[in-house]
């Protein structure tokens, strides 16, 4: 059996808890806090340290799911959870103004994780405003990083069955980048 550790990031109110506990097989663990910040996300709570949950797909790949709080006053978390972790899930909300640019930004801040593993990367609340278009997250991608493979999807994070899509994509991506790589590089103890 394999195991993978996979976070998820992006902007404060993006879903990431929300997605977590729609994969979640097991009771998740939540820090959740009063928000104090409803300029930025609506919500009566934020997460101030992290999400955690797991599931098992296909009976072999047991998957630990981190869920890191969106709020850079809590990014001492980051530092912490991206040690751990061999993927990311990375959501940005289409009804922020600056959403493409917070794409940009997060990516950035958590590059290693394409470097190690694989990132996909959703676009979420596409059905509560119109934001923009799948096509110029694409395009801000390449631009930005144009040696970089990302799936970009629309999901919404309250379903199961889009989220275990995109779960199911990154790991594929990231087992057949292990299997592809020099043996001298791959991590111990499986393809995570
Ligand atoms: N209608 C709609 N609601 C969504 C969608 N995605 C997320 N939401 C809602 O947006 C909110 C997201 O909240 P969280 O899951 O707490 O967001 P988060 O990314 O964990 O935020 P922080 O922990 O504060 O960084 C929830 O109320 C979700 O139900 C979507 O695609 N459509
Ligand atoms: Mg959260």
């Known amino acids: 059996m394999a195991e993978h550790v996979i976070l ?6 993006a879903g990431k808890t929300t997605a977590v ?4 097989e097991i009771e998740m663990v939540r820090t959740e806090a009063g928000n104090t910040d ?9 997460t101030v340290a992290l999400d955690y949950g797991e599931i ?13 709080p969106g709020q850079k006053r809590f990014d001492f978390m980051w530092s912490i ?3 751990r972790a061999r993927g990311l899930i990375l959501l940005v909300h289409n009804d922020a103004p600056d959403s493409i640019d917070q794409m940009i930004e997060y990516l950035d801040e ?3 994780l394409d470097a190690r593993g694989g990132v996909v990367i959703g676009v979420t609340r596409s059905d509560l405003e119109l934001g923009p278009p799948l096509d110029d997250y694409s395009a801000a991608l390449r631009l930005r990083r144009p040696e970089l493979v990302v799936p970009v ?9 889009q989220m275990r ?12 980048r292990a299997m592809l790589a020099p043996r001298s590089t791959r991590p111990a103890g499986g393809a995570a």
């Open 81 to 83: 959870l991206k040690e």
């Open 21 to 24: 506990e729609a994969l979640s």
């Open 56 to 68: 098992t797909l296909d009976e072999e790949d047991k998957v630990r799911l981190y869920g890191v």
């Open 110 to 112: 958590f590059a290693e």
């Open 8 to 13: 998820f990031a992006g902007p404060m109110g």
């Open 38 to 46: 409803r300029e930025t996300a609506d919500k009566a709570t934020t």
């Open 165 to 176: 899509t995109m779960l199911m994509t990154l790991i594929a991506n990231i087992e057949i």
């Open 153 to 161: 999807y629309t999901v919404d994070p309250r379903d199961q069955d």
